[in-house]
């Protein structure tokens, strides 16, 4: 049960694919101007990398070393288009908010990373604690940087006015440089209380 | 010695020894250095034969930005005072806090960004505005860089260009005529908030120029500091007379941006205004004398400080006539700062032959 906890947890924080690995950037800075579209990318990525994880850990050893990276692609694309298919038919706000930027879950290094190194060479349920925590974590990185930017850039959280009327949007939260700042200042924050040990 | 002196003395040898005051000793001790400057003795040679630091330097500064902040406080009311003060307490909040945590010395550096980083504030803006652009500026323009001297931007610029970005409608269009005629300002505690533009702004919408008098007098909206070219070039020369920064920059900066605004004037008669209007309008010349002249973020070797003001004369000329901002000082001063390393060691090369690389 111990090992099932550190698995998760180091997907969570120690290894938190955002704050420490420093992946999946390209996405974290596009969408994290609105708490709606972070939670969504949260869900969306916890999914697709979950359920992928979990189908490579079960084939991994019967596929060709050659022609592993080909066929992770296919798993994951698989489960990126049922999830692109999915927000479309429920969620079509939300999905024209976030526009290519789910169907290039695909391409999203966390992914590929966790098939490459933890699920084709672990146990299935090893693979699915492993990618719930870095899921997780990706989730976790991206609301907190969605809530400081939504907060200062709009005063609003989930579109619901929480500043007040007389608040002044800073504009530079919603645009790019706004996501540089709050990426940088919270891997501060991120390694300030869990110091990285240099080599 | 001064009896006020002992008892700043005395104060800190008690919070020294102190389980919980000691932490303010460096507090004091900085506040004692600061009004009684204790030049240290060498007993042997080499004797320097001026004692120049880092103190010295940033006092100057402040002096020569002082005319400056009395032609803020003529034309826009008291109100330019108390945005200096809230940058002083905002930003030394910002300061003191690192070097506290960081159990540093608190150094005079910042004594110089509070001061002109809200003469370069436009007169309306909102008190909270300039304590978030100072802390700004003060935290990712210098402390995330390991403190002063280490800073590779200008650290009241970063605190400008965020709040730029930030707030654009009360940075870039809420300006106020200045008060002119008797005691002006000094009745008053702030200017009637009537929008108008800036000289620059004038030009980009409009192509109208301002008149040369009323620029270099000052009496025209503006920063708070930078209206009236007479007092900037004033205490820019004195800056310059005793060797506090280097001409070459100024005088650099100053002549390119005279030299290509000439050249543009004939090539794109209606974007690029001509050369003396260029000079005397806008954060030009405050930002040729006290910011690109910053000796962190600026270049250290002769040949390296004409270029870099060359180079910052052809963006402020470009940005002024081509982008969408009217004005382009903070941004070229920011951009230079990037390449002032770079400058110096392409100078080192040029002179003694490729630099020795610390790392592998």
């Known amino acids: ?199 | 010695m001064n009896k006020l002196d002992e008892l700043m003395s005395d104060v800190a040898d008690y919070t020294k020894g102190h389980p919980y005051l000691q932490h303010i000793t460096e507090v004091v001790e900085t506040v004692r250095a600061i009004v009684f400057h204790h030049g240290e003795a060498a007993s042997e040679s080499p004797f320097l034969r001026d004692y120049i630091e880092i103190k010295r330097y940033m006092f100057a500064v402040v002096l020569a930005v002082l005319p400056a902040t009395f032609a803020a406080i003529y034309f826009y009311g008291w109100r330019a005072l108390a945005m200096i003060a809230i940058s002083y307490v905002a930003g030394g909040i910002a300061e003191v806090t690192f070097t506290l945590v960081r159990k540093e010395e608190i150094t005079e550096g910042f004594l110089v960004t509070g001061i002109l980083f809200p003469l370069i504030l436009p007169p309306s803006t909102p008190y909270w505005m300039v304590a978030v652009g100072i802390i700004v500026g003060v935290i990712l323009g210098k402390e995330v860089f390991g403190g002063t001297g280490y800073n590779i931007f200008n650290p009241a610029l970063v605190g400008r260009v965020f709040l730029t970005i930030s707030f654009p409608v009360a940075m870039s269009s809420r300006w106020v005529p200045p008060l002119t005629g008797g005691w002006a300002g000094f009745t008053q505690y702030s200017v009637d908030t009537i929008t108008t533009a800036t000289p620059l702004g004038v030009f980009a919408n409009s192509g109208t120029l301002a008149p040369l008098r009323e620029l270099f007098l000052g009496t025209i909206p503006g920063c708070l500091g930078e209206s009236s070219a007479l007092l900037v070039i004033a205490g820019g020369i004195f800056l310059m007379l005793a060797k506090i920064v280097d001409w070459r920059i100024p005088v650099a900066y100053l002549g390119s941006v005279f030299l290509f605004s000439t050249l543009g004037m004939f090539l794109w008669p209606n974007q690029v205004a001509p050369p003396l209007f260029q000079l005397l309008a806008g954060g030009l010349l405050f930002g040729a004398m006290f910011m690109a002249t910053d000796p962190v973020s600026s270049p250290t070797t002769k040949e390296g400080r004409w270029v870099y003001g060359v180079f910052l004369g052809v963006m402020t000329v470009s940005i002024r006539a081509f982008s969408g901002y009217p004005e382009g000082v903070q941004f070229s001063i920011l951009l230079m700062n990037m390449f002032a390393p770079l400058m110096d060691e392409m100078v080192m090369t040029f002179r003694y032959g490729p630099v020795q690389k610390p790392y592998k």
């Open chain 1, 1 to 199: 049960m111990n090992k099932t906890k550190d698995l998760f947890m180091a997907g969570l924080w120690e290894d938190n694919p955002v704050f420490r690995q420093m992946l999946g950037l390209c996405i974290t800075l596009a969408i994290t101007n609105k708490v709606a579209n972070g939670v969504t990318m949260g869900v969306a990525v916890f999914f697709v990398l979950t359920a992928s994880s979990f189908v490579v850990s079960l084939i991994g050893d019967t596929v060709p070393r050659r022609v592993r990276i080909p066929v992770f692609m296919l798993v994951i694309a698989t489960f990126v288009t049922l999830v692109y298919i999915f927000l479309q038919a429920f969620f079509m706000p939300l999905s024209q908010a976030l526009g290519a930027y789910v169907g290039l879950i695909i391409t999203n290094c966390i992914i590929l990373g966790r098939l490459e190194s933890f699920s084709s060479e672990n146990s299935p349920w090893d693979s699915l604690v492993d990618a719930a925590g870095v899921a997780t974590g990706f989730a976790f990185a991206l609301i907190a940087m969605s809530v400081v930017r939504e907060l200062l850039g709009f005063g609003t959280l989930f579109g619901i006015q929480v500043m007040g009327p007389s608040w002044t949007p800073w504009v530079s939260m919603i645009l790019a440089p706004g996501g540089f700042l709050v990426l940088g200042l919270l891997i501060w924050v991120q390694r300030a209380i869990s110091p990285v040990e240099e080599e």
